[in-house]
């Protein structure tokens, strides 16, 4: 059975960092693409980065590029969000998943994940 835990949220003012880490558990993390996800309150859920099996591919939604970092560690099954100059609009509970299927490259479309962690808060304040 495949587990995700996020850990790494938290309170931080404008312009301070944070470094999400999500560890898998359950079957082989080096090759199913990994992602982050992002719900506001009273908003849907909406891609935030993904990353291939390899690390060598990553996608980002538009407000997050050069703020914010997909990576991995496939030895440790982690896959880590380090997020720079962040924003009050970055509030968010912050989830990882794990693609449904291998797939050589990333994706941004939730249905092709199969497993979600559980989230982890992150608030950001003026």
């Known amino acids: 059975q495949v587990q995700l835990v996020e850990s790494g949220g938290g309170l931080v003012q404008a312009g301070g960092s944070l470094r999400l880490s999500c560890a898998a558990s359950?079957?082989?993390?080096?090759?199913?693409?990994m992602g982050w996800f992002r719900q506001a309150p009273g908003k849907e859920r909406e891609f935030v980065a993904a990353?291939?099996?390899?690390?060598?591919?990553?996608y980002y939604t538009d407000s997050v590029k050069g703020r914010f970092t997909i990576s991995r560690d496939n030895a440790k099954n982690t896959v880590y969000l380090q997020m720079n100059s962040l924003k009050p609009e970055d509030t968010a509970i912050y989830y990882c998943?794990?693609?449904?299927?291998?797939?050589?490259?990333?994706?941004?479309?939730?249905?092709?994940?199969?497993?979600w962690g559980q989230g982890t808060q992150v608030t950001v304040s003026s």
């Open positions: 990353i291939a099996w390899s690390g060598g591919i990553t």
């Open positions: 998943a794990q693609a449904r299927e291998r797939m050589t490259m990333p994706t941004m479309t939730p249905i092709r994940y199969g497993y």
């Open positions: 359950g079957r082989t993390f080096s090759v199913y693409s």
